[in-house]
């Protein structure tokens, strides 16, 4: 399976409301995908999502289509950095591990 680890780090804790605006479009999408499950967390600018995949194919059909690829397109608006980690793993791992693996491991958007 594919785990996929998000974290944002929003330019102003007032766009919070745009970016749950965003977030709930975003999670009806994912409600019709084949995502096995789905878990966020934040607070003030720093919010992280984990999503578990079967395969990379249904996992790229989801972020490259519809809602979240609208708020792909937003995103420079609204965040200061994106981090996005990949991996295989069969479940979640605990938020202080998954935190971690971004510093290490994710692929990094900075925004001027």
């Known amino acids: 399976m594919i785990l996929v680890i998000t974290s944002i ?6 766009l919070f409301f745009r970016l749950s605006m965003n977030s709930f479009r975003v999670l009806n999408q994912l409600k019709g995908t084949p995502c096995i499950n789905y878990k966020s967390t934040g607070f003030w600018t720093k919010h992280y999502t984990m999503t578990l995949w079967r395969n990379k194919e249904d996992l790229k059909s989801f972020a490259h289509s ?31 591990v998954a935190k ?8 990094v958007y900075k925004y001027a």
């Open 9 to 14: 780090h929003l330019r102003s804790p007032l």
């Open 66 to 96: 519809g809602n979240h690829l609208l708020a792909i397109s937003k995103s420079k608006s609204l965040a200061k950095e994106i981090r996005v980690a990949t991996l295989k793993a069969g479940e979640f791992p605990n938020w202080k």
């Open 100 to 107: 971690s693996v971004l510093q290490t491991d994710a692929k």
